[in-house]
């Protein structure tokens, strides 16, 4: 497929948007901190005695109490407690002062992760390099479905595994070569496919990078290899990130979209 006549500056205008949402109030940047919890209460703060230390923030911020009624946050302040329960696939947030706190799920155990919404480290991040746009990248692949869903164990970047179910598979060709991936997360609109190339050995992410199925039809799928981004864990160490299931390794360079950080 053609790519649209505008899809130069649709592309850049993408790229703009993608560096915005990095560095906004909820993107990868401004994580201090990422802590498992489980039954029982913990408190959090930059004082040394607080059982998760901050590295910034007030000596006294709160304490998170995991129950079977799910998970209360308890200000230091004197504030009305925040009562949430935890949903993998829609994480519960809420603010504490300047501080945005997520409780997060993995393979059913939780976890407390904090965002200082007026941290400076966001303005820190130089704009991503990208390889030259190659407009034959955008890629209409067929959008095929499984009979059943398939049910895989993938990999992460902090050694957990976790399940998965893949409902659909996308096959293109590419130099006349047919390959086959799978989307193992994302949205039935935006599928995500965690891929990995052989430009990982030496000027992409080498655990991975993400692309997001576009224009979906009941039979077709957009692939643009040019918006293949970087990982979160490429930007913070307290991101969990999955690993591409060996179907989705390719052997070949895929030279489009974010190369690795510098």
């Not at 802590?35 to 998170?64: E, F, H, K, M, Y």
């Not at 941290?119 to 479905?145: G, H, M, N, T």
């Not at 643009?224 to 981004?229: P, Q, R, S």
Request: charged content about 20%; proline content about 10%.
């Amino acid at each position: 497929m053609t790519a649209p006549t505008d899809y130069p500056a649709s592309l850049e205008a993408w790229k703009a948007l993608r560096l915005k949402n990095l560095k906004a109030p909820n993107g990868w940047l401004n994580i201090i901190g990422r802590w498992p919890i489980s039954a029982g209460t913990v408190s959090l703060g930059t004082d040394p005695g607080n059982d998760l230390v901050l590295g910034v923030g007030p000596a006294r911020l709160g304490t998170v109490t995991e129950d079977a009624s799910g998970v209360t946050f308890t200000p230091a302040d004197g504030g009305a407690p925040v009562q949430v329960t935890p949903n993998k696939k829609n994480t519960p947030k809420f603010m504490a002062g300047t501080f945005l706190i997520e409780i997060m799920t993995l393979n059913g155990e939780n976890a407390v992760r904090i965002r200082d919404t007026e941290s400076a480290e966001p303005e820190k991040l130089a704009p991503i390099d990208y390889f030259p746009v190659q407009p034959e990248l955008r890629i209409v692949a067929d959008w095929v479905p499984y009979e059943t869903p398939k049910h895989l164990m993938v990999g992460t970047t902090k050694q957990i595994d976790t399940e998965v179910e893949a409902t659909h598979k996308a096959v293109f060709a590419i130099d006349g070569q047919r390959y086959e991936l799978i989307a193992t997360h994302g949205t039935p609109t935006a599928p995500q496919f965690v891929i990995r190339d052989l430009t990982s050995r030496d000027s992409t992410y080498p655990a991975a990078r993400f692309v997001y199925g576009e224009d979906v039809t009941d039979t077709t799928i957009v692939l643009d290899f040019n918006k293949a981004i970087n990982p979160p864990c490429a930007f913070t160490e307290f991101a969990v990130c999955p690993l591409p299931p060996p179907e989705n390794v390719l052997p070949i360079r895929i030279e489009a979209g974010e190369k690795r950080l510098h």
